[in-house]
Nanobody, 127 residues
Framework: QVQVMESGGGSVQAGGSLRLSCTVS????????MAWFRQAPGKEREGVSC????????QYAESVQGRFSTSRDNSKNIVYLQMNNLKPEDTATYYC????????????????????WGQGTQVIVTS
C-alpha cells in the first residue's frame, strides 16, 4: 500500500518561511514525478510545483515562482517544498502527490496524472 505523508505545516507571519516535507512508502519513489498542490478555503485545488523523477526538471506555478523551491532526495524517498517570503494568499492546505509525470512548462492540469495523494498539511500565513 502506497503512503504519501506530508509534514512541516504551521502558522507563520507574512514574509516568513516554512519547509514542507513529504515521504513516500510502499512504492518505487523514483518512478514518480513528485508534485505539490494546495487548496485554499472556498477555492479549487491548484498545482504548486512538480519535480521530475531525477530532479532534472521542475515546474512552478506563476504565483509561487521565485519564492518556493522544491527538491527531492531519492535515497530517502523524500521531497521538500521550501516556501520563502510567504504571503497571506499562500494560506491553504498543501498536498503532496506522486504523479506519473510532470508536465512540460506548466502545473495546470497536473492532478489528472496523480496516482497517490497525501492527506495534506495546513499552512497559515498571517499578515
Amino acid at each position: 500500500q502506497v503512503q504519501v505523508m506530508e509534514s512541516g505545516g504551521g502558522s507563520v507571519q507574512a514574509g516568513g518561511s516554512l519547509r514542507l516535507s513529504c515521504t513516500v512508502s510502499g512504492a518505487v519513489f523514483d518512478d514518480y514525478g513528485m508534485a505539490w498542490f494546495r487548496q485554499a478555503p472556498g477555492k479549487e485545488r491548484e498545482g504548486v510545483s512538480c519535480i521530475t523523477w531525477n530532479g532534472a526538471e521542475i515546474q512552478y506555478a506563476e504565483s509561487v515562482q521565485g519564492r518556493f523551491s522544491t527538491s527531492r532526495d531519492n535515497s530517502k524517498n523524500i521531497v521538500y517544498l521550501q516556501m520563502n517570503n510567504l504571503k497571506p494568499e499562500d494560506t491553504a492546505t498543501y498536498y503532496c502527490a506522486a504523479a506519473q509525470t510532470c508536465l512540460a512548462d506548466t502545473v495546470q492540469g497536473l492532478d489528472v496524472w496523480v496516482d497517490h495523494w497525501g492527506q495534506g498539511t495546513q499552512v497559515i500565513v498571517t499578515s
